[in-house]
């Protein structure tokens, strides 16, 4: 069992930054690949980024080049650095754990899930 705790989100203006923590607890996350995904109101989820725990990097490509994704495995920590930040970035942010090293673009590879934090970039 792994537990997943967001943090960071809040309100920033267009152009803006905000980085985003994912505390993992329980089983160690070392072993899982971990990933971000998005959800605005009435939206699907989306996609962000992931890592393998392989180090295999993947990254949607509406933020390929702005947000950049990392872990601390000693802190058992997952973050989102999310920089020049637009309207459309605006979201429910979520992170997530998978067991598997493949097909990490999808949110059925993913056990855990985090409860979310909110990004609101305003124009």
């Known amino acids: 069992q792994v537990q997943l705790v967001e943090s960071g989100g809040g309100l920033v203006q267009a152009g803006g930054s905000l980085r985003l923590s994912c505390a993992a607890s329980g089983r160690t996350s070392s072993g899982y690949s971990m990933g971000w995904f998005r959800q605005a109101p009435g939206k699907e989820r989306e996609f962000v980024a992931a890592?393998?725990?392989?180090?295999?990097?993947y990254t949607a490509d509406s933020v390929k080049g702005r947000f950049t994704i990392s872990r601390d495995n000693a802190k058992q920590t997952l973050y989102l650095q999310m920089n020049s930040l637009k309207p459309e970035d605006t979201a429910v942010y979520l992170c997530?754990?998978?067991?598997?090293?493949?097909?990490?673009?999808?949110?059925?590879?993913?056990?855990?899930w985090g409860q979310g934090t909110q990004v609101t970039v305003s124009s």
């Open positions: 890592l393998n725990w392989s180090g295999g990097l």
């Open positions: 997530a754990a998978a067991s598997v090293n493949f097909g990490l673009r999808n949110q059925d590879a993913y056990r855990y």
